[in-house]
Structures are given as C-alpha cells and as structure tokens.
C-alpha cells in the first residue's frame, strides 16, 4: 500500500512539474515576442539627397488635430523620418531643421521643405536607428524650421512614442540563422 501511494506522490509532483514547466514556456514566449500590434502600411518615399523614390513600408501616426502626422520608414537597412504638417509652410525653401525630443535635439543641416500638395509640406529624411530609440522613449515635441516652431501636444507625442516603440522593436527583432 505504501509503494502505491509513493508512486501516486511520484506521478503527482511530476504532473506539476510539467505543468509550471508549461507555463514556463508559455510566459517566455508571450513577453519575447515583438508586442507591436500595428500593421506596416506601404508608401512611396522620396529621398531628396539621393533625388529618389522607393517603396518603404512603415509606420504611420493618426493626423493630429492641425493636420500633422509623423511617419517612420524602413527601406533595406535604412531608416527614414518623415514629417508632414500644414502650417507655417515654406514650400522649396533649404534651411536647417531642428528636431526636438523632450530635452534632447537632433539638425538636419540645410534640408529642403517638399511640397507634397497645395495645402501640405513635409520634410523626409534618413536617421540612424539610436534616434529611433530617443523617439521611443522622448517622441517628438516640436520642430524648427526657418525660426519658426511647431509643437505636439502631450496626446500626439504620446502617438509618436507609441509607432516609435512598434518600429523600434520591430528593427530590433534578432535573425535567426538557418
């Protein structure tokens, strides 16, 4: 009788083992994984110092309430920023661009202001995948251009950190060799 309950103890503390062993397993691949829920949508991009247009795949903030909206792009193993707004429009015009992150600033030296339509300017341009990590955790709070400043409200960064955080871990995710 005592060897059938020691088996029945052995069989037990096996059957649990396994179990936390499940859901072990189960935890490391939920929280591993790339969390990012948003879908890459496809857009032609235009790379004013190379003068070229390609098909990037990227992320795409919602329109803010005066018609901006931040994209990130990846094409190959470059990253691009772009920026589109409707006020203070400058269309044609090559002066610097300052980025502003919280406390943090990033130029781009004589960058061109593109017209995309009537009513909307935009400016694109490459960054390096480390201000991907200052967007991730700063956003954008406003921007220069031609001394004149456009700022994000508190909402809008928070959506700016939000595609930032997707593309981040989306650039990060490790290959796997075959």
């Known amino acids: ?47 004013a110092k190379q003068n070229t247009f390609s098909l990037a795949d990227g992320l795409v903030t919602p329109v803010f309430k005066n018609g901006s909206q931040i994209k990130l792009f990846k094409v190959g193993n470059r990253y691009y920023l772009s920026i589109e707004f409707k006020n203070n429009l400058y269309f044609d015009k090559a002066d610097d661009l300052e980025i502003k992150s919280g406390t943090k600033s990033m130029f781009q030296k004589g ?8 009513y909307t300017a935009l400016f694109a341009f490459e960054i390096y995948k480390n201000y991907v990590g200052t967007l991730k955790d700063e956003g954008i ?11 994000f409200s508190k909402p809008e960064v928070k959506e700016i950190k939000k595609i930032a955080t997707c593309f981040y871990q989306t650039i990060n995710v490790p290959t796997t060799k075959k």
């Open 1 to 47: 009788m005592k060897a059938l309950s020691f088996f029945c103890y052995i069989s037990y503390v096996k059957s649990r083992l396994l179990l936390i062993l499940f859901f072990c397993t189960l935890f490391d691949l939920g929280f591993s994984q790339n969390t990012c829920e948003m879908g890459f949508t496809t857009d032609s991009l235009y790379d």
């Open 111 to 118: 960058i061109k202001q593109q017209q995309k339509n009537k």
């Open 141 to 151: 709070t406003s921007f220069v251009f031609n001394n004149t400043e456009n700022s």
